[in-house]
């Protein structure tokens, strides 16, 4: 069946690094937009980032922008989301997720609701 398997997280010092790593199974990965969310305790799933299926367009959230990247590797069916410059409001579990909702050159991490397929998620924690 298919599955998404979240790892890489952890605890963090303010301005170090972490990547995230999403492995997918049980589908056609070439043919889905994943997406990477997270929720910090009290507060609303939000979209951290997306790759389109094809991998030529990404998209990020304002908070993430120049300190998150994105990538997918096809041939291992894994997404990747590297974090650079983590700040202590970055700590959440993180979520992937899965959609064939979109066209192959396009995806948008903050429609959280076409995302159909989600892991378990890991958690980041950012603390000095």
């Known amino acids: 069946q298919l599955q998404l398997v979240e790892s890489g997280g952890g605890l963090v010092q303010p301005g170090g690094s972490l990547r995230l790593s999403c492995a997918a199974s049980?589908?056609?990965?070439?043919?889905?937009?994943i997406g990477w969310f997270r929720q910090a305790p009290g507060k609303e799933r939000e979209g951290v980032s997306c790759?389109?299926?094809?991998?030529?367009?990404?998209e990020y959230a304002d908070s993430v922008k120049g300190r998150f990247t994105i990538s997918r590797d096809n041939a291992k069916n894994t997404v990747y989301l590297q974090m650079n410059s983590l700040k202590p409001e970055d700590t959440a579990v993180y979520y992937c997720?899965?959609?064939?909702?979109?066209?192959?050159?396009?995806?948008?991490?903050?429609?959280?609701?076409?995302?159909?397929?989600w892991g378990q998620g890991t958690q980041v924690t950012v603390s000095s």
């Open positions: 049980g589908f056609t990965f070439e043919y889905y937009a």
């Open positions: 790759i389109s299926s094809s991998g030529v367009s990404t």
């Open positions: 997720a899965a959609t064939e909702h979109y066209y192959r050159d396009y995806c948008d991490p903050q429609q959280l609701e076409v995302y159909d397929y």
